[in-house]
Each structure stands twice: as C-alpha cells, then as structure tokens.
C-alpha cells in the first residue's frame, strides 16, 4: 500500500517556524514532483512549493522568502521549512506526489497536517 505520511504540524505564534515531513513509502518505483499544499477554511486547496526530482522548486508569492521545501529522494522524503510565520498562513497542508508504482503513475495524497497561527 503506497501512502504519503506528513508530520510536524501544529500551533505556532506569529513570526515563528515550524518545519513540515512527508514520508513516503510502499512499492513505489520512481517518485517525479512533489510538493505541498494547503487548505484554509472556506477556501480551495492552493499550491504552496513544490520539488522537481532534481531538485528545481516553485514557490508561490504567498511565501517566497519565508518557506523553503526540499527533499530526499533516497528517503523518500519532502520537507518544508515555514519561517516568519503568519495567521493567514493557518491551514491544512498536504503532501503530493506524482508517483511510479507497481498499481502505475498516480498523484497521491497525504491525510493532512494542522497549521496553526496564532498569538
């Protein structure tokens, strides 16, 4: 069972950081982009960085200069380091991977993780 796990969420006042994992794992073959993306409360899940796997990234407006992703490609990992951060960026992040496994290429999902802002 191929599945995207992230971790590292939580709450976290104004002008801190926290720093997001996604794991993946199962018969996973090639892992291509991947990327995070985030889903505030009445809004529609937005692009926040995504990785290439050689490493070239797209950072949304939003927060270029204050969040960095990078990855692991022989750990199966992504990672997105969320500095100077602010209450709009409050949401739910989501890992995404475009991946080869044993069922074919797929985009998968993880659960989500909880980010908070807030003084």
């Known amino acids: 069972q191929v599945q995207l796990v992230e971790s590292g969420g939580g709450l976290v006042q104004p002008g801190g950081s926290l720093r997001l994992s996604c794991a993946a794992s199962?018969?996973?073959?090639?892992?291509?982009?991947m990327g995070w993306y985030r889903q505030a409360p009445g809004k529609q899940r937005e692009l926040v960085a995504s990785?290439?796997?050689?490493?070239?990234?797209n950072i949304a407006d939003s927060v270029k200069g204050r969040f960095t992703i990078n990855r692991d490609n022989a750990k199966k990992m992504v990672y997105l380091q969320m500095n100077s951060l602010k209450p709009e960026d409050t949401a739910v992040y989501y890992c995404?991977?475009?991946?080869?496994?044993?069922?074919?290429?797929?985009?998968?999902w993880g659960q989500g993780t909880q980010v908070t802002v807030s003084s």
């Open positions: 995404n991977a475009d991946m080869i496994t044993v069922a074919g290429r797929y985009d998968y």
């Open positions: 199962g018969s996973i073959l090639t892992i291509y982009t």
């Open positions: 990785i290439t796997r050689g490493g070239s990234t």
